[in-house]
């Protein structure tokens, strides 16, 4: 996973709504399988502020990907 800065996402300084969803995919032990995702559709990488906002908004599409069934 390429962002700006980090390089895991245990080392992501999530913000805002985004905490929670980090905090679900490891608390799963998913990160390797989100980070896999994440460079599959952002070879190019993503800034904090695009990482950061796709564990927001688009939780429940990384939820689905990784097989996490909302409660």
Do not use: H, V
Not at 5 to 27: C, D, H, P, V, Y
Not at 35 to 45: A, M, V, W
């Amino acid at each position: 996973m390429k962002i700006t800065m980090e390089n895991t996402l245990r080392e992501f300084q999530a913000w805002s709504g985004a905490i929670s969803t980090k905090n679900t995919i490891i608390s799963l032990g998913l990160e390797e399988q989100f980070e896999e995702l994440i460079d599959e559709c952002y070879p190019n990488g993503l800034t904090a502020t695009e990482l950061n906002d796709i564990l927001w908004f688009d939780s429940e599409w990384i939820f689905e990907c990784l097989g996490i069934e909302e409660e």
